[in-house]
């Protein structure tokens, strides 16, 4: 499982936010695009394509875009 | 005493029966005097509803009802009854973008086909007696538009749709047919995954009331429905939100 893919597919949620905002590092609850369906997004996008069931918490408790990443890869 | 929303002398089958709206339902009706047949998957958590019940007399079957072999030797070993509660469900929260053939299938065949499938197998039993009652638990968002539920709503949807037309067709036979449509009630379904306590908090904050509703609430809603205090009340759904569609 490789990192900027990641990004990208989490990026790939957004519509105004540029994509060359996104990186591991983006503190992502602060984007002004980020809202409660785009996390719905990211979780359904991560079962997807990753095959893991995120709850809510996984996501409100991750700062960074990279946070997210490794809860998913641990549970890969 | 009077009552005339007694239960008693009635046998009641509740599918779902092992948590939420569906225990809850069980455990009121056999208070109401009611003899319960419960329904579930779980073997360990129907046995805690069956334990909670009021009364003897009660009845327990495992059964899976996408299995349509399930549903056939649990028609075939119950009783006649004088109401159904189709109440067994899933939740389903998914962006439009995201959802594939395999959630729809699973979702409308837990919502929608297996009660349709199992109101058929009464009937075709003759199992339910004249005068009965079916209440099908559909939702608020059989109204539709919370993000996320597309799929549940059109589900719950198509059980309201349903629940109309075998309210025509069923009258011949003096059957009652009516949905309950909840909004949030405090039950293991919405607690499953995507909403965290917070997003439970904001979305509670919006209800006119100010809560989500506790499982009994529902249930004393479908009990008013199966009652004979309801006999002249078929194709009804009754509203059970908090005050949510006011909004």
């Known amino acids: 499982m490789e990192l900027n893919e990641f990004v990208a597919h989490f990026a790939e949620q957004f519509d105004e936010t540029d994509a060359s905002v996104f990186t591991p590092e983006t503190v992502f609850h602060e984007l002004d695009e980020w809202s409660s369906l785009i996390g719905l997004s990211v979780i359904a996008m991560v079962d997807e394509e990753y095959g893991i069931a995120l709850k809510g918490d996984d996501v ?7 946070d997210l990443f490794n809860k998913v890869k641990a549970r890969a | 005493m009077y009552n005339p929303f007694s239960l008693r002398g009635k046998t009641i089958l509740i599918t779902g029966a092992s948590s939420g709206i569906g225990r809850s339902t069980a455990v009121e009706c056999s208070r109401l005097g009611a003899r319960c047949v419960i329904t579930g ?3 360990e958590r129907l046995q805690q509803t069956m334990d909670a019940l009021v009364g003897e007399g009660h009845l327990q079957v495992i059964a899976d009802l996408a299995i349509t072999e399930e549903i056939d030797s649990l028609v075939s070993g119950i009783p006649a009854i004088d109401g159904l509660v189709n109440n067994a469900g899933v939740g389903f929260n998914k962006p439009i973008s995201f959802v594939s053939q395999s959630d729809l299938e699973r979702v409308f065949q837990a919502n929608t086909f ?8 009464i009937l075709r039993k003759k199992k339910l007696n004249k005068q009965g009652s079916i209440v099908f638990t559909s ?5 539709g538009s919370n993000y996320g539920r597309s799929v549940y709503g059109a589900s719950k949807s198509a059980i309201m749709a349903y629940m109309h037309y075998c309210a025509r067709e069923l009258a011949e036979k003096q059957i009652r047919v009516n949905a309950v449509h909840p909004a949030m009630t405090e039950t293991p379904l919405i607690y499953s995954g995507t909403l965290t306590e917070e997003d ?12 989500y509703a506790k499982p ?22 009754l509203i059970v939100d908090g005050g949510l569609s006011l909004l």
Do not use: C, H
């Not at chain 2, 297996?114 to 197998?121: F, Q, V």
């Not at chain 2, 939702?139 to 109204?143: H, K, L, M, P, Q």
């Not at chain 2, 908090?201 to 919006?206: G, N």
């Not at chain 2, 249930?219 to 309801?230: C, K, P």
């Open chain 1, 60 to 66: 409100k408790s991750s700062v960074t875009i990279e």
């Open chain 2, 41 to 43: 998957r779980n073997a």
């Open chain 2, 114 to 121: 297996a009660p349709m499938l199992l109101t058929k197998a």
């Open chain 2, 139 to 143: 939702s608020v968002s059989a109204f």
């Open chain 2, 200 to 211: 439970r908090q904001k979305d509670m904050a919006q209800y006119p009331l100010k809560r």
């Open chain 2, 216 to 237: 009994e609430e529902i249930a004393y809603a479908i009990i008013y429905l199966l009652s004979d205090a309801a006999s002249w009340t078929t194709g009804t759904s």
